[in-house]
């Protein structure tokens, strides 16, 4: 959600909708990403009954 948009409850509108079509499609367990330092999108996960189940880790290497 755009920054000047952000609290006014379109990330959560949003996921009820995605999860409530997925619910009726059949869909069982719904995966979802984020970094760990994305406080905001997290709690918004955590809000709408989502757990951390684990971590991923990222690798790179810069080559020039």
Do not use: P, W
Not at 4 to 22: K, N, V
């Amino acid at each position: 959600v755009k920054k000047d948009c952000q609290g006014m409850g379109i990330a959560t509108e949003m996921l009820e909708y995605a999860t409530t079509d997925l619910k009726k499609r059949g869909v069982e367990v719904v995966y979802i990403d984020t970094g760990s330092n994305n406080a905001k999108a997290r709690h918004l996960y955590e809000k709408m009954g989502f757990r951390e189940f684990g971590r991923t880790l990222h690798f790179k290497k810069a080559l020039i």
